[in-house]
């Protein structure tokens, strides 16, 4: 697998990314660059974009999914929750939705999936390898807002109790969707939302 980290414009930064397998399969998780950077790395590296995954529906996740899609061919995944057809949740709906501790299979890549509500009603985390794809569930020593439409403090207490209970190794590298990157050890350790959401069980 290749791994590429790409950051979608201001003000929100936001972090995206692209995995290219050995059968020269790709990837996009959160596709919110432009669609020329992505297909400049995809071209250069001969692959095709097949799947497009989204850890939820805000509109700075989600900027070039249709672009991409119709170019490419590719399947998109988001939650339909997150399909608003609004400006805030742009896309009007996805090819499939996520199963709770699903797998998602491309080629030598895996992706398991948890439901983990409360930034948004149809937000996700996903597991690949070592990478921990968590969208705006988590930051590095802080978690996603919960006041904009969809978003719920309750169900993101449960999330967060769901996420610091996921059966994965502390190594396992945290990639939010903004800011700076950690590990789900740290972030079990250090991130005060999580350890209060386990007081407050």
């Not at 449960?158 to 700076?180: C, M, N, W, Y």
Request: negative net charge.
């Amino acid at each position: 697998m290749q791994a590429f980290h790409l950051i979608g414009a201001a003000p929100f930064y936001t972090n995206s990314f692209l995995l290219i397998t050995e059968a020269d399969h790709a990837v996009i998780i959160d596709p919110a660059a432009e669609v020329q950077e992505y297909d400049k790395i995809l071209r250069e590296k001969g692959a095709v974009l097949t799947h497009i995954l989204c850890t939820h529906g805000h509109y700075d996740h989600v900027g070039s999914a249709g672009g991409l899609s119709r170019e490419w061919g590719a399947k998109v995944w988001c939650e339909p929750a997150d399909c608003g057809g609004t400006q805030f949740f742009p896309l009007k709906g996805a090819d499939f939705g996520y199963e709770e501790g699903g797998n998602l299979t491309v080629d030598e890549l895996t992706f398991t999936v948890w439901h983990t509500p409360g930034h948004t009603e149809g937000s996700v985390v996903l597991l690949c390898d070592t990478y921990l794809f968590v969208g705006d569930t988590v930051f590095q020593g802080s978690i996603g807002r919960t006041d904009l439409e969809g978003g719920s403090s309750r169900k993101m207490d449960e999330s967060l109790r769901k996420f610091a209970a996921l059966p994965i190794p502390k190594v396992t590298q945290l990639l939010p969707g903004h800011g700076d990157f950690s590990t789900y050890g740290e972030e079990l350790e250090n991130n005060f939302y999580i350890r209060n959401a386990l007081r407050n069980a």
